[in-house]
């Protein structure tokens, strides 16, 4: 006697699966704590669905170990598979597209991704700070000198006004997480109450900025922007998504310049 059942073959229908409005790519550093947690909340919609790969990179952010990261970005980009048909993709480090170079990571996301929009936290800034008309800024990071005077003198040379710079000067990743909420609030009350400054940026998508990002631009009566606030919103509107969201600051009541 067989008491084995037979296994019966069962119909089925197909779909287009998930991701009916867009589908967006994530590279995320391998030693982030924080950027899926935010950009998970800001993004979640119908139809909308998010897919991360993650890049080894080392837990001290230099001008060297952020380079490194470019050896290992066409596969961590590859990860993420072509007939996933992605509608945008983002490499999301701000510090480490500043010192690889925006050109060069969209290169090399294009590459693996050619039918994808691209971006990173830099190039999403400097389309937001367009996006809100905003020219004279405070830089908030957390980064040693080097990296923050690379940062700044990027966004220089994009036609910005650095006129305020703040750091907590940390070179370890893991201790950047863990930067409180509370003393980012204070930083960006701190350096974005000048009257010189008609906007904040606060850099690095390991600080935890949404929590307390309209508590902030309430606080200064001025728009704050963060790397992974303008990634999301940068990636939204490229993938065609152009919701306004409540909670997520001014920016995601603003639509995106048509040169970014």
């Known amino acids: 006697?067989?008491?084995?059942?037979?296994?019966?073959?069962?119909?089925?229908?197909?779909?287009?699966?998930?991701?009916?409005?867009?589908?967006?790519?994530?590279?995320?550093?391998?030693s982030d704590q924080t950027l899926e947690h935010e950009l998970s909340g800001v993004l979640r919609r119908p139809g909308v669905v998010l897919y991360h790969a993650r890049i080894p990179n080392e837990m001290e952010v230099s001008g060297d170990t952020l380079r490194k990261m470019e050896a290992d970005l066409p596969t961590a980009a590859a990860l993420l598979p072509a007939s996933f048909e992605l509608d945008a993709i983002g490499y999301c480090c701000t510090s480490g597209a500043t010192m690889i170079g925006e050109a060069r990571v969209d290169a090399i996301l294009r590459s693996v991704h050619p039918a994808a929009k691209t971006t990173n936290?830099?190039?999403?800034?400097?389309?937001?700070?367009?996006?809100?008309?905003?020219?004279?800024?405070?830089?908030?990071?957390?980064?040693?000198?080097?990296?923050?005077?690379?940062?700044?003198?990027?966004?220089?040379a994009a036609g910005f006004q650095v006129n305020a710079v703040g750091s907590f000067n940390q070179s370890d990743d893991f201790k950047v997480a863990r930067i409180s909420s509370q003393s980012i609030l204070e930083a960006i009350k701190?350096?974005?109450?000048?009257?010189?400054?008609?906007?904040?940026?606060?850099?690095?998508?390991?600080?935890?900025?949404?929590?307390?990002?309209?508590?902030?631009?309430?606080?200064?009566?001025?728009?704050?922007?963060?790397?992974?606030?303008?990634?999301a919103w940068h990636l939204a509107r490229l993938a065609g998504i152009g919701d306004s969201i409540a909670g997520a600051g001014m920016l995601f009541h603003t639509q995106m310049k048509m040169d970014y």
Do not use: H, W
Request: glycine share 6%; hydrophobic share 45%; aromatic share 2%.
């Open 190 to 231: 701190e350096i974005g109450r000048r009257a010189d400054c008609d906007g904040v940026f606060v850099s690095c998508t390991s600080l935890r900025v949404m929590e307390i990002l309209a508590e902030a631009e309430k606080a200064i009566c001025k728009p704050v922007l963060s790397s992974n606030q303008v990634t």
């Open 121 to 156: 936290p830099l190039t999403a800034c400097k389309a937001a700070l367009s996006a809100l008309k905003l020219k004279r800024i405070a830089l908030i990071t957390p980064y040693a000198v080097e990296v923050t005077e690379g940062m700044r003198d990027n966004l220089a």
């Open 1 to 30: 006697m067989n008491l084995v059942p037979d296994i019966q073959a069962l119909q089925f229908t197909s779909d287009g699966g998930l991701g009916s409005v867009a589908r967006i790519g994530l590279i995320v550093l391998q």
